[in-house]
């Protein structure tokens, strides 16, 4: 898949914005073919070459770039050259897609192995014990806590960890449109 038809793609537009924030996002969305120095980026770009040079390292602990240094023989000043690796996307965001799922999956269950109590003025949220610890009176306001029933919440964790396994599921599905 060519760079241009994976940048189209609002999940890893989405992801790469959740990367480099909205002043790297220029960097990212605009990977040269070939290699390419910061200078140049910053000044192709029009951006500070510090918000060039946050955006490329957080690419390259991404596994998303890579540099390849160069040493001027006279000056003895290193020159870093990038080459944007986005390939590794589909990858990255499957990899996200897990801790996502393992994250939800073990909130679930402190959600089912927990009580919880609410103060209803503050919107606060108490482990029983906690609760107990304040004789349910809330520490803030002094308001009767209320027994909290989170199904809602446990149900839509449901739902969430539902969607994503079935979109994990989905590999072969994704390869063979390709």
């Not at 002043?23 to 200078?39: F, H, I, K, L």
């Not at 009767?144 to 989170?150: E, G, S, T």
Request: proline residues 4%.
């Amino acid at each position: 898949m060519a760079y241009e038809e994976l940048l189209e793609d609002p999940v890893i537009q989405k992801y790469l914005h959740e990367l480099v924030g909205p002043t790297g996002m220029p960097v990212a969305a605009a990977p040269p073919d070939g290699e390419v120095t910061d200078e140049e980026l910053a000044e192709d770009l029009g951006l500070e070459l510090n918000d060039v040079r946050r955006a490329l390292f957080i690419l390259y602990e991404n596994d998303l770039a890579t540099y390849r240094r160069l040493r001027d023989e006279d000056s003895g000043w290193l020159t870093y050259l990038w080459t944007f690796e986005y390939d590794n996307i589909p990858e990255k965001l499957e990899e996200e897609m897990h801790r996502l799922l393992d994250a939800l999956a073990e909130r679930r269950e402190y959600e089912m192995n927990n009580e919880f109590y609410l103060c209803e003025n503050d919107s606060i949220r108490f482990e029983f014990g906690e609760a107990m610890d304040f004789g349910f009176e809330c520490p803030n306001c002094g308001e009767q806590l209320v027994d909290m029933d989170n199904a809602r919440l446990v149900d839509a964790m449901d739902e969430r960890i539902a969607d994503l396994r079935d979109e994990l599921n989905r590999p072969a599905e994704r390869e063979a449109e390709a």
